[in-house]
């Protein structure tokens, strides 16, 4: 593949690590139950494409999130040489983390918000009683030597309370930097987000000592501006970006979202500015392709629809 032209551009990150976020927060949000068998192979594909960091699945209660109802099955389908540092999965308590460490989770992620709706109608709890429940959580994974991040959902906008202040965005950061979080992902829950405002949030949490180093982006393309939101990031030092393969995943709490970026358009991009990923794109697009055929809808990656028309 002679394309895109790669012209690099100054300031921007050398290597971008591409965290795929397919398997959990895309399938979470399908309407079309995947069986375990396909998720494994969904996984496989991704890390045969060169995917180092993926979000496996999440140990929810099986009434919250039924397609994820099959944690265990999948991580022990899998086996043990896909478990290490790089495979994350979610725990939303110290129950999830149990079932997590049982499993062989080597690497946890649980689910803040910026709001206070947000935080009640997710997690049924205050910011604080959340920050409160996550504490113990993040205590004994680390003390397993778990690798944790702490997601921040609606950093960019609330569809209950609207706009929402960078500076309390950056509270929520910090508290769960100092609870012991090792990365935070900043989340636009409902793609509301525009460049400037991510300059301004980043910005914000250089101010109060969060530097690029200890943040990813986690974009959504509902309006259109994930991949410009995601180069707004690159410039200002920010190294890892949440992507979800074929844009797999669409937001129950945005109308007719979009959802996440698409793994394909993120690596086009960094392809064409010389930033290095590691990802093998025509196998990407090809498992997108793959997986479309289990949802029984097509991807709207644009990269996935353009390279797939060209028998990419
Ligand atoms: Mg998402």
Known sequence: ??????????GMPSRVVVYEVGPRDGLQNEPVTVPVEVKAEFVGRLLACGLQTVELTSFVPRSWVPQLGDAEELLAMLGAEVNPA???VLVPNERGLDRAVAAGARAVAI???????FARRNLNRSVAESMAMFAPVVRRARQEGMWV????S????????????????ARVCEELLALGCDQVSLGDTI???TPGHVEALLGE???VGVGADRLAVHFHDTYGQALSNTL???????STVDASAGGLGGCPYAQSATGNLATEDLVWALTGLGIEHGVDLEALVRTSVWMSSHLGRSSPSAVVRALADTGG
Not at 149 to 152: D, E, I, L, P
């Open 154 to 169: 609606m950093c960019f906008g609330d569809p209950w309370e609207g706009p929402v202040p960078t500076a309390q965005v």
């Open 86 to 88: 790089g495979r994350v």
């Open 232 to 238: 707004a990031a690159l410039n200002l030092g920010v």
């Open 149 to 152: 991040r702490g997601y921040v």
């Open 1 to 10: 593949m002679a394309l895109p032209m790669v012209e690099p551009r100054e």
């Open 205 to 207: 949490l250089a101010g």
């Open 191 to 193: 793609g509301v987000g």
């Open 111 to 117: 689910f803040a918000s910026a709001t206070e709706s």
